[in-house]
């Protein structure tokens, strides 16, 4: 295991983290076997960034992002982010999960990988969410590879699109109460 810090992002930060989302993004896309999705991987890189963005701006209102640094180098090795559910899982349910809190931007940097700093940034929000009263929250997945951790984490998805983004390649959101995570904290 590596020396790993958990922090708040601070405005300085803002240029490592908006490299760090292209850098896993590109990465994971091509891991995906989506490399030419070139569109997709703009749109998501900047996404992220405006959730950075929001966060900054608003002092964690409108998204709050915990990143985890590497405490020798100071290196920025993982993210993790909550706010309201985004406009895809709202119309995925239906609206069923409108208002709800979403957990996203769960991004490692490759390297660092399967490494249990995934599961760290994911306690550091159950930890988050207990202390701010949040009982409920959602994460969805696209990528295959994410989709298989987080079954392994959560089960089975409450909501499963079927060939969502092209043949074989599904869309799924969990819906999860905070006070049930504290069975997969190791
Ligand atoms: C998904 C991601 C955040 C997980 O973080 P991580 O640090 O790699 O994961 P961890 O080492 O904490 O492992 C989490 C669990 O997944 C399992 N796992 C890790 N890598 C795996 C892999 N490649 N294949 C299958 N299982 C894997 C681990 O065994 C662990 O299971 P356990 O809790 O039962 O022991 C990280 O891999 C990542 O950034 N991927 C690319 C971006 C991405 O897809 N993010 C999610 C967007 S929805």
């Known amino acids: 295991m590596y020396n790993v810090g958990i922090r708040r ?3 300085e930060d803002s240029e490592e983290l908006n490299q760090f989302f292209s850098t896993v993004i590109r990465d994971t896309f091509a891991r995906e076997g989506l490399s030419e999705w070139h569109d997709d991987i703009e749109n998501e890189i900047e996404a992220k960034k405006q959730y950075l963005k929001y966060d ?6 409108s998204r709050y992002f915990l990143i985890a640094f590497d405490k020798k180098s100071n290196k920025v090795i993982g993210t993790i982010e909550y706010g309201q559910a985004s406009e895809l899982i709202n119309i995925c349910t239906n609206g069923a999960l409108k208002g709800m809190f979403e957990i996203g931007t769960v991004f490692v940097l490759p390297g660092y990988q399967s490494r249990g700093i ?3 940034l994911l306690n550091a929000m159950f930890l988050t969410f207990l202390g701010n009263g949040v009982q409920e929250f959602c994460l969805d997945s696209g990528y295959t590879n994410s989709q298989k951790i987080w079954e392994r984490k959560f089960g089975k998805p409450d909501y499963l699109l079927k060939d969502y983004w092209s043949q074989g390649t599904d869309h799924m959101i969990w819906k999860r109460s905070t006070k049930d995570m504290t069975i997969i904290f190791k």
């Open 9 to 11: 992002p601070r405005i």
């Open 118 to 120: 995934g599961t760290l």
């Open 56 to 61: 900054l701006d608003s002092n964690g209102k």
